[in-house]
């Protein structure tokens, strides 16, 4: 027997924002900040920047609120907002002269040996220690690799959303796997 979907529990927050609510609104902020900051953390850890593509998360979302359709779940519709915010913020980085990618340097030393070998305080947890290794990828690694695995984002989306083409993005997170190897094994963790 074919059961009916479990209603979307923010429906009556969001059809209340809908029609004007901005408290209804402010409790979907608060529902939803603290997952929409580790979303956005993958794109830039650096506070003041995540608190900005937080907020720039809520205010395309506000926007964009008539146009949200009850079919599709709003925390799915939200983080996508969340993703394509991300995705902006890289491109204005990457093209801005004051933020180039690491890349090997003309005497192909590769900036990652310059990482300390410490993690940090075990006693902090595994996540941290997770954020501590991915910080030290480039940005672009760390999006490709986030939107690739922990969003199970397809890669042809993603090389949509780069701007590359699906044999670029195949390459790129082949090497981002391969630099995240080196920096796990520099920390210590056995791998297959």
Same mark, same amino acid.
């Given at each position: 027997?074919?059961?009916?979907?479990?209603?979307?529990?923010?429906?009556?927050?969001? %059809?209340?924002?809908?029609?004007?609510?901005?408290?209804?609104?402010? /409790?979907?902020?608060? %529902?939803? &900040? $603290?997952?929409?900051?580790?979303?956005?953390?993958?794109?830039?850890?650096?506070?003041?920047?995540?608190?900005? +593509?937080?907020?720039?998360?809520?205010?395309?979302?506000?926007?964009?609120?008539?146009?949200?359709?009850? /079919? %599709?779940?709003?925390?799915?519709?939200?983080?996508? !907002?969340?993703?394509?915010?991300?995705? /902006?913020?890289?491109?204005? =980085?990457?093209? $801005?002269?004051? $933020?180039?990618?690491?890349?090997?340097?003309?005497?192909?030393?590769?900036? @990652?040996?310059?990482?300390? *070998?410490?993690?940090?305080?075990?006693?902090?947890?595994?996540?941290?220690? *997770?954020?501590? !290794?991915?910080?030290? @990828?480039?940005?672009?690694?760390?999006?490709?690799?986030?939107?690739?695995?922990? /969003? &199970?984002?397809? +890669?042809?989306?993603?090389?949509?959303?780069?701007?590359?083409?699906?044999?670029? *993005?195949?390459?790129? *997170?082949?090497?981002?796997?391969? =630099?995240? &190897?080196?920096?796990?094994?520099?920390?210590?963790?056995?791998?297959?």
């Amino acid at each position: 027997m074919f059961t009916a979907p479990a209603p979307d529990p923010d429906l009556p927050l969001v %059809r209340a924002a809908q029609a004007g609510d901005m408290e209804a609104f402010d /409790e979907i902020i608060r %529902r939803y &900040q $603290s997952l929409m900051s580790a979303l956005l953390h993958r794109f830039s850890p650096a506070r003041a920047d995540l608190e900005d +593509l937080v907020q720039e998360t809520f205010v395309k979302a506000w926007r964009a609120l008539p146009e949200w359709q009850p /079919e %599709r779940p709003f925390a799915h519709w939200l983080k996508r !907002i969340a993703v394509r915010t991300g995705l /902006e913020f890289y491109r204005r =980085r990457q093209h $801005s002269p004051f $933020s180039r990618l690491q890349e090997p340097s003309a005497e192909g030393r590769d900036p @990652l040996d310059d990482l300390p *070998a410490e993690t940090p305080d075990a006693a902090q947890g595994a996540l941290e220690e *997770a954020q501590f !290794i991915l910080s030290h @990828l480039p940005p672009e690694d760390r999006a490709l690799l986030t939107l690739l695995h922990l /969003e &199970q984002m397809p +890669l042809a989306e993603i090389a949509q959303h780069f701007g590359w083409s699906r044999i670029n *993005a195949k390459v790129k *997170a082949f090497r981002a796997r391969q =630099r995240l &190897q080196t920096l796990l094994k520099r920390h210590g963790y056995e791998l297959p």
